[in-house]
């Protein structure tokens, strides 16, 4: 799985019409993608899965953010996925975002950030996985 990373085009991107173009991004980048859906997160489903971040003062706002609107989930596939799709989608904060990064063209703030990145192997397949069932991943 080494070769796989996970994504979301957060509600914020959708809200925009974003996702065409960052879809163009992703592929333009050689990313190739192995599963998609536009699906909506309840809160519950969001607060499962930035987990990690539930001690963190921006822990609720995130949550509520990730369940606002409609998200794109994908899996994609590259050699070295997970580092190669951090680098493609720029900083946390848009402000920081190397140009021609996603960030740096489609994120408005830290908060709302237009997308989601895998940030190991490890957790691209569990990410993967929260979304799409074996028989979804192509
Ligand atoms: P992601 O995991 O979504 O790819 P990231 O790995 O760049 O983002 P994390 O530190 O994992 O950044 O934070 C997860 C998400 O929480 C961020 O993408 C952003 O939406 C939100 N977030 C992070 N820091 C802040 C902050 N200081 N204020 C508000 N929201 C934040
Ligand atoms: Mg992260």
Redesign the pocket.
Same mark, same amino acid.
């Given at each position: 799985m080494t070769n796989r990373t996970f994504?979301?085009i957060?509600p914020d991107a959708t809200e925009k019409g974003s996702t065409g173009g960052i879809l163009q991004m992703i592929n333009e980048a050689g990313f190739r993608i192995v599963a998609m859906k536009l699906t909506h997160l309840s809160a519950e489903k969001a607060g499962q899965f $930035?987990a @990690? #971040?539930k001690e963190?003062?921006? $822990?609720g /706002?995130?949550v509520e953010?990730?369940s606002r609107g409609p998200i794109t989930a994908a899996i994609l596939e590259k050699d070295n996925a997970v580092e190669d799709f951090?680098k493609l989608?720029g900083?946390?904060?848009p402000a920081d975002a190397a140009e021609g990064t996603i960030?740096k063209k489609y994120a408005t %703030?830290? +908060? /709302?950030?237009a @997308? #989601? +990145? %895998?940030?190991s192997d490890d957790n691209a397949a569990i990410e993967g996985d929260f979304f799409f069932s074996k028989l979804e991943q192509f």
């Amino acid at each position: 799985m080494t070769n796989r990373t996970f994504t979301m085009i957060k509600p914020d991107a959708t809200e925009k019409g974003s996702t065409g173009g960052i879809l163009q991004m992703i592929n333009e980048a050689g990313f190739r993608i192995v599963a998609m859906k536009l699906t909506h997160l309840s809160a519950e489903k969001a607060g499962q899965f $930035y987990a @990690v #971040h539930k001690e963190r003062p921006f $822990y609720g /706002e995130l949550v509520e953010f990730m369940s606002r609107g409609p998200i794109t989930a994908a899996i994609l596939e590259k050699d070295n996925a997970v580092e190669d799709f951090r680098k493609l989608i720029g900083a946390t904060n848009p402000a920081d975002a190397a140009e021609g990064t996603i960030r740096k063209k489609y994120a408005t %703030s830290i +908060g /709302e950030n237009a @997308v #989601h +990145g %895998s940030d190991s192997d490890d957790n691209a397949a569990i990410e993967g996985d929260f979304f799409f069932s074996k028989l979804e991943q192509f």
